[in-house]
DNA sequence: ACTATAAGGCGAAACGTTTCGCCCTCTATA
DNA sequence: TATAGAGGGCGAAACGTTTCGCCTTATAGT
């Protein structure tokens, strides 16, 4: 049905050593690579991935295992790779666990079944026990966002501590007393990261964080909204809020417009992320902004080195940093 | 390195037929079942989907061409589809477009490249040129929200215009009658739809729509934003709004709490996408809903119908309606 | 003019499945 | 007892590449 190599060779008059030759972009000469060119385009033929990956064991497809795809932080990742990987030939086959560590071990398991040549992945198992059969296999690993004890495997992280520290240190130095945070789910790396932080904070400044100020809820619209709801009941004192990541503070915004409260005059507010939020809201909000483009620039970067080279070296790990970008939704607060 | 089948037939003392029937499913002797079943457990034995796929033609994936990820719209609908697909063994291979022709045509071409055994497009083209190709290869092709004209070719649509069309004519039986409405891009098919059942409504009515009142946007928090703000500083009289986006919808109501406008008082709003949005809104928002759950399950039924079926019949077009669900943010309006 | 070297071309074998056609054995029926 | 048919098993060929080792030709150096 489809052309073949054969069919090339045939056309051409070359031999089949030759053909893919060309295809693999070793020299043939002018004249024969035109003809190449000519019966390829002819006869619309397409190298036979599946022969091909028989041969080489490389399927040049990607996996992609993450806990949320209706997580925009996320996605927003994913699609950068995507682009970097795509023009590298590779596509990402893209599995979404729902935050649990059985599908994610599934999940696992299913790609690497598929031939995958590597695996991105944001893990929520705590021990990357699904990480264990991509890596007997050999197959690259590269985490994103959440690292895992005791695993040797390359990895992409944002310095959420000191992320977090630094804004609430911010608060408290704008004389912030009764500052409430709103973290993700427990057991999740990046939310005990950032609890962390804000614990640290107030350490270093001498006091005590208060563990009623401490929430944890959901990385969702709703847990953000209801989470600020709940907080403000308790704390009606309470002066600042540091909210730990989109879909959180898009809920907290969204319960501090509707209850009339005034930001900054009544609350002030850090959230997190730099998306379209910060950009909409008035005033302009003051967010701890992760470095998107360049977490995904440098997964895609690390994967692609993987990929090539077979000597496992060391792992690399990145950290980068976020930053702190101040808008106009802190109030500097004179301590009476 | 890895085990093959032969290794399986060395170690039971069986033929390689049996053991390939076996894995396909077919009726072999229960004690050589059990004998194959600890042959594989012991050497770890997975079947190497290169070598399958050389003699099927089957790669048991599916591509996925989308205009954005972070459309929460698209995810929620692609993470349906995968769970359903992955359940029978397919994955799902994502390329995002970026709402570009010449893209989603190289995204198209590369999935084809690769293999896959049918594509699922949420189409940017008006004319589904990139879809020429898999179908002309017999892939099974299914689209998902945007009808492409002169194409028979398997798709599931919302009823736009008719969801459109309800939303505006409650606002109109509640009273209303200066009504605004933010639609997305222009030449998106969907936005068209819905901006063309606002107007059928004022004429079913036996009124005019007002030109003016039309805006036109990205798909996105900002532009919902920046939309209403417009619209409502050159028709401080506007008593309605409706959004056709989920992310419209969100800088919109960002917008209108942002300007301390009371909402339904000072204006009705009716909202898209039954999503986080509406449970989190006070008070509640009114919204059109769209059936994300039975959109995805009816992609992933057709879907999987046509990689069993070869003989292609009629093609398979699904209407599904949306629902409008009544919140608090609409307003009867006594007309004086 | 002769040789060494480089550049390019070639076919055969191999990758690990599935499937076709054929085989054997056992049971049921005449 | 003879025979048909079902159930199960088997090896060989084929799928379309890549790659190894070898061959041919052209060029450069002496």
Do not use: W
Request: glycine share 6%.
């Amino acid at each position: 049905m489809a052309a073949t190599i054969k069919d090339i060779a045939k056309k051409t008059g070359l031999g089949l050593a030759t053909i893919s030759k060309y295809l693999n972009g070793g020299n043939v000469l002018e004249e024969n690579r035109l003809a190449i060119e000519e019966a390829i385009k002819e006869l619309d033929f397409r190298v036979n991935e599946f022969a091909r990956g028989l041969k080489t064991s490389k399927s040049k497809t990607i996996g992609v295992v993450i806990p949320e795809l209706s997580n925009l932080f996320f996605t927003s990742i994913i699609t950068i790779i995507e682009d970097i990987l795509r023009q590298k030939g590779y596509g990402i086959l893209v599995c979404d666990c729902r935050t649990d560590e059985k599908l994610e071990y599934e999940a696992t398991e299913f790609l690497v079944n598929k031939m995958v040549d590597g695996i991105i992945s944001m893990p929520v198992s705590k021990d990357g026990t699904h990480l264990k059969l991509p890596l007997s296999k050999g197959i690259p690993v590269v985490l994103i966002d959440r690292k895992v004890e005791g695993l040797n495997v390359d990895a992409v992280l944002v310095d959420n501590v000191s992320a977090s520290e630094a804004a609430v240190e911010y608060l408290i130095d704008h004389g912030h007393r009764e500052i409430g945070i709103i973290c993700g789910p427990k057991d999740i790396f990046t939310s005990h990261q950032r609890q962390l932080g804000y614990t640290q904070a107030f350490v270093k400044k001498g006091m005590f964080p208060r563990q009623e100020l401490i929430r944890y809820g959901e990385y969702t619209v709703e847990s953000g909204y209801a989470c600020f709801k709940e907080l403000i009941s308790q704390h009606k004192s309470l002066s600042a809020l540091f909210v730990t990541n989109y879909e959180l503070t898009l809920g907290a915004i969204i319960a501090i417009n509707e209850l009339g409260i005034k930001m900054p005059e009544q609350i002030s507010v850090i959230g997190f992320d730099n998306m379209h939020l910060a950009k909409v809201v008035k005033p302009r909000l003051t967010i701890i902004s992760q470095p998107i483009q360049e977490i995904a620039e440098n997964v895609a970067r690390i994967m692609l080195k993987r990929l090539l080279q077979e000597r496992v070296d060391e792992a690399e790990i990145i950290n980068l940093s976020t930053k702190l970008i101040l808008g106009e939704s802190v109030l500097e607060k004179s301590l009476e």
